[in-house]
Structures are given as structure tokens and as C-alpha cells.
């Protein structure tokens, strides 16, 4: 008598929950028709408008048991601050806490020309790569992707570009923000204007240091000037101004200057003026 084994039942093939905005249904039912034909089966309810807990209940088994998670992400998801989807993306990216940081569930679809650093979506979100499928018509990078899900090879998540930019943005240094002018208090007259000088003192520096280059670099260049010939000039010449070609003169070496703000290029920079002031005089 022969023994007969267990027969293996065939493997059934990956789940994604498909999750989008009511205003964005066209999108999602193409999704949803292209997913199986690329080897995924496709978790999709559209009973939302008349579920209750037992529907608020289905939804949340099934992120908790599909295989991978796809958001459907638009300009409308963006407009919208409320929605059953952002519940629904909130629960995905619960589940991820539980996941390695290698391990591939969170699978966003662009389905417009919305980008990341304008999306209204969870930080988790930025941690992957997205993928763009317009209208939610299939593409051939969607049907890459899903197909080598399908066959168990996992898809490395990249950092998005918006992540990228928030570090870079972090190591620019900050620019000074105007100080908040002094509040006058009863009894406190002399102090106040105290204040009003040392906070106009503040905006002017502020200001100044975001002027352009040149600029900065001309009233370094006629601050020294001033102050090498206030000692070498007699008194009668200290109130002549400068003349208007000097000026125009003053500000082409300034703009075509390359140097940095330091002293030895100030320095440099102020040398080939006087060499010019010598040359006309």
C-alpha cells in the first residue's frame, strides 16, 4: 500500500492594500485592474460610504496582513487635511515600527505631478522611493517593481530627496531674523529709547549682512578709505564728496572683484583702488 504525501498547495502571490482619496478612484481602479496582471494580488475596498466598525475593522486587519502597502499620492490627497486615507496611512506606517529598516512595505505611487517637498505626507513616507504613474495608467517602471515583488526579491528603499534637502538645509547656517522691537512699560521712558537705539543698531547690521557682495565690499573699501585719509588730508577736503565717475569707477572694481571677505582680500582690494586713485589724480 502506498503512502501518499502532502501535496503542496500552490503559493498564493503577494498582497498590496491600495490606499487613495475617493477623488482619486479612477486612478486607483487601474491600479487596481494592472496589479494582479503583474503578479500581485490587490487588496481594494470601495465600501467605504457605508462601512461602519465592522468595515473600520476589515480595513485595519488587512494593513495589518497585506504583504506591501501602496498609497496613492495626488494633489488631491495633498488639498485634503482630512480623509479615512490618512487613518489608513497612519496604521501602514505603525507597522513599519515592528519591520527592519531594510525591509521593503511602503510602496507610494505619484499619480500626478505632485513632489515630495510639497506632498502632505508621514516623514516614513520620504524614507522610500516613490514611483510616478500617471493618471494611474501601468508604466513599465510599476510593472518592474511589482513583478520582482512577485517574485520575492525585495526592492531596496532610497532616500527621497526631500530627506536629502532637510540635512543640507540643517548644515546651512541660519540667517538672522530681526530683533522684535522694544515694548515701552510705564516708569521705564529713558530705558525704552535705550532699547530703540540698540535695536536700530541691530536692523542696520542685519540689513547690511544681507545686502549684496558688492556692496558690503564698498562700504569696507570707503570706511577705510575714510579713515587712512582722515589723518592725511587737510580739514577743508574731509567734507568734498566723491564724484560720480569715481563711484562708477569704485563700484566695476568691487563687482569684479573674487575674493573673499577677509582681510588680506580687503586689503588686496583696497590697494588696487588707491593704485587707480593715484593713476587719475
Request: proline residues 8%.
Amino acid at each position: 500500500m502506498s503512502a501518499i504525501g502532502p501535496v503542496d498547495s500552490p503559493r498564493s502571490p503577494p498582497s498590496v492594500f491600495l490606499s487613495y482619496a475617493s477623488e482619486d478612484r479612477p486612478a486607483a481602479q487601474a491600479i487596481r485592474d494592472a496589479l494582479p496582471t503583474f503578479g500581485l494580488e490587490v487588496w481594494y475596498d470601495e465600501s467605504g460610504l457605508d462601512g461602519g466598525d465592522a468595515w473600520d475593522q476589515k480595513i485595519r486587519r488587512q494593513i495589518r496582513e497585506c504583504d506591501f502597502f501602496m498609497p496613492l499620492i495626488s494633489s488631491q490627497t495633498a488639498a485634503r487635511p482630512e480623509g479615512y486615507f490618512r487613518r489608513e496611512w497612519r496604521l501602514a506606517v505603525e507597522r513599519t515600527l515592528d519591520m527592519a529598516d531594510d525591509h521593503t512595505f511602503l510602496l507610494p505611487v505619484v499619480i500626478d505631478d505632485t513632489i515630495q517637498a510639497g506632498a502632505r505626507v508621514p516623514e516614513k513616507f520620504l524614507t522610500v522611493q516613490w514611483l510616478r504613474v500617471p493618471g494611474g495608467r501601468p508604466t513599465a517602471a510599476l510593472e518592474a517593481v511589482c513583478r520582482r515583488l512577485a517574485s520575492g526579491q525585495p526592492v531596496a528603499p532610497q532616500p527621497a530627496r526631500k530627506t536629502l534637502d532637510q540635512s543640507a538645509a540643517r548644515l546651512r547656517p541660519r540667517a538672522r531674523e530681526y530683533p522684535q522691537f522694544p515694548r515701552e512699560e510705564p516708569g521705564q521712558k529713558v530705558r525704552f529709547w535705550v532699547q530703540v537705539v540698540g535695536w536700530a543698531f541691530q536692523s542696520s547690521w542685519i540689513f547690511f549682512q544681507r545686502s549684496p557682495r558688492w556692496v558690503r565690499i564698498v562700504v569696507y573699501i570707503w570706511v577705510s578709505i575714510a579713515l587712512l585719509s582722515r589723518g592725511c588730508m587737510p580739514s577743508h577736503e574731509h567734507s568734498e564728496s566723491i564724484s560720480p565717475a569715481d563711484a562708477k569707477k569704485l563700484k566695476e572694481i568691487s563687482e569684479n572683484h573674487r575674493g573673499t571677505l577677509s582681510r588680506a582680500d580687503i586689503a588686496k582690494l583696497g590697494a588696487q583702488i588707491a593704485r587707480e586713485s593715484r593713476a587719475q589724480s
